[in-house]
């Protein structure tokens, strides 16, 4: 069975901190891979997606990056972290573009 | 780009009654996903189907593409169904997931 982890659960971080948050997705090759952002209150928005390693697309411009060194790793990353950082990170994937999509149980941020 | 709209943004219900929550979308979508969204923010998927009527449970979802809409009927609510219900949409190909912005169910004794 597929398994999904994300890393940290949850971080208090400064403004102007650097970020990483990771996925790690087990028992499963090449699975499309996804991050989201979801502010207190708003909806959950796609920021980046990779079908394949080393391959990363951006949807939404926060600010942030994200890199996919391993077939089953994903990473979200920022060098400076802003207030509007704040909030529920979640990490998804699929088998391909028009499969369903399954979830991590989330790295909730709070920046200071 | 594509958008997402959900109704009611939130619904009271006793326990024992039924749920329809629902689902349009500005374009043509290849499937809906249905979520509950945890009060600590993980999401559950429910149900997944790109058209016709799909079932498990006390949940049924109905999904009519080309009029780009989609509901969910929860049966005999029970306490534990209280949350946050997500529909999301997929196009073709465009490996790209987006969501609405939910209805807060509410169920009480």
């Known amino acids: 069975a597929q398994t999904i982890h994300q890393w940290p659960v949850a971080e208090i971080k400064a403004v102007g901190s650097p970020l990483s948050l990771g996925c790690t997705i087990k028992g499963k090759s090449s699975p499309n891979l996804y991050w989201y952002w979801q502010a207190t209150g708003g909806t959950l928005q796609q920021l980046f997606y990779s079908i394949t390693v080393g391959q990363v697309e951006s949807v939404v411009q926060l600010n942030l990056s994200a890199s996919r060194p391993k077939d089953d790793q994903f990473i979200l990353s920022t060098e400076k972290l802003l207030l509007s950082h704040s909030g529920f990170y979640l990490c998804a994937w699929s088998q391909g573009p028009n499969s369903d999509y399954t979830f991590g149980s989330g790295t909730r941020l709070l920046v200071i | 780009g594509q958008q997402v709209q959900q109704s009611p943004a939130s619904l009271v219900l006793q326990e024992g009654e039924n749920a329809e929550l629902q689902c349009n979308f500005s374009?043509?979508?290849?499937?809906l996903q249905w979520f509950y969204q945890r009060p600590g923010g993980s999401l559950v998927s429910l149900l997944s189907?790109?058209?016709g009527t799909k079932h498990t449970g006390r949940l049924t979802s109905t999904t009519v593409t080309k009029e780009r809409r989609g509901s969910l009927h929860i049966s005999s609510s029970q306490i534990t169904d209280s949350g946050t219900y997500l529909c999301a949409m997929g196009g073709a190909n465009t490996g790209k997931l987006t969501f609405g912005h939910g209805t807060i169910l509410r169920v009480h004794p």
């Open positions: 374009s043509t979508a290849t499937r």
């Open positions: 189907n790109p058209s």
